[in-house]
């Protein structure tokens, strides 16, 4: 089924990638005559009207399809692009909670929820996520992705907040020596 999903949306692709915005919206009309309730091709649709400058109709047709909350990775691929054009990045973080909400058990979802918070530089949010991440999937990267949130935060503490500076940064040290010691087999 994903195969022909995959077929259908090519020319939308296409016609994005090679910068035909009109056609890309043509060919999107014409697969949602078909299949009217096909959310990735809503938002291809989308992304053609926000390229051919039609913000408002675009930012309608991506509320609309957020609301359904699709789970499918080409429709939430194709919504971070429009949150992107749109400048809202803070909007992919919204989505992403949701959507693992939705499916607590998908481990690329959280994931992508993850990258979302680094793309608005949200640490403690990162810092969570990434150890929700581990709790549910006790990989070494999760781990790691905690400790570098903590320092993040202990770098973009203000001025005068040492004393949080401190604490972030013995609390990294801590994290990576237990996690050391883990590894080495509980030796040293």
Same mark, same amino acid.
């Given at each position: 089924?994903?195969?022909?999903?995959?077929?259908?949306?090519?020319? $939308? =692709?296409?016609?994005?990638?090679?910068?035909?915005?009109?056609?890309?919206?043509?060919?999107?009309?014409? %697969?949602?005559?078909?299949?009217?309730?096909?959310?990735?091709?809503?938002?291809?649709?989308?992304?053609?009207?926000?390229?051919?400058?039609?913000?408002?109709?675009?930012?309608?047709?991506?509320?609309?399809?957020?609301?359904?909350?699709?789970?499918?990775?080409?429709?939430?691929?194709?919504?971070? $692009?429009?949150?992107?054009?749109?400048?809202?990045?803070?909007?992919?973080?919204?989505? =992403?909670?949701?959507?693992?909400?939705?499916?607590?058990?998908?481990?690329?979802?959280?994931?992508?929820?993850?990258?979302?918070?680094?793309?608005?530089?949200? =640490?403690?949010?990162?810092?969570?996520?990434?150890?929700?991440?581990?709790?549910?999937?006790?990989?070494?990267?999760?781990?790691?992705?905690?400790?570098?949130?903590?320092?993040?935060?202990?770098?973009?503490?203000?001025?005068?907040? %040492?004393?949080?500076?401190?604490?972030?940064?013995? %609390?990294?040290?801590?994290?990576?020596?237990?996690?050391?010691?883990?590894?080495?087999?509980?030796?040293?």
């Amino acid at each position: 089924m994903a195969s022909v999903s995959e077929r259908r949306l090519r020319p $939308i =692709y296409d016609s994005l990638d090679c910068g035909n915005s009109k056609k890309a919206l043509q060919e999107a009309d014409r %697969l949602l005559k078909k299949q009217p309730n096909f959310a990735c091709a809503k938002v291809l649709r989308a992304l053609a009207l926000l390229r051919l400058d039609r913000q408002e109709e675009s930012r309608r047709i991506v509320e609309a399809v957020v609301a359904e909350l699709p789970t499918d990775d080409n429709s939430l691929q194709a919504l971070t $692009i429009c949150y992107k054009e749109l400048h809202e990045p803070h909007k992919i973080c919204e989505l =992403y909670e949701a959507v693992v909400k939705k499916e607590p058990t998908n481990e690329e979802f959280h994931s992508h929820l993850f990258m979302a918070f680094v793309r608005v530089l949200n =640490y403690k949010k990162q810092q969570q996520t990434a150890m929700a991440l581990y709790k549910a999937w006790p990989k070494n990267p999760y781990y790691f992705w905690a400790v570098m949130s903590i320092l993040m935060q202990a770098i973009d503490v203000e001025e005068g907040s %040492l004393m949080s500076r401190t604490l972030a940064l013995q %609390l990294a040290e801590r994290m990576l020596k237990d996690r050391t010691r883990e590894q080495d087999g509980g030796r040293g």
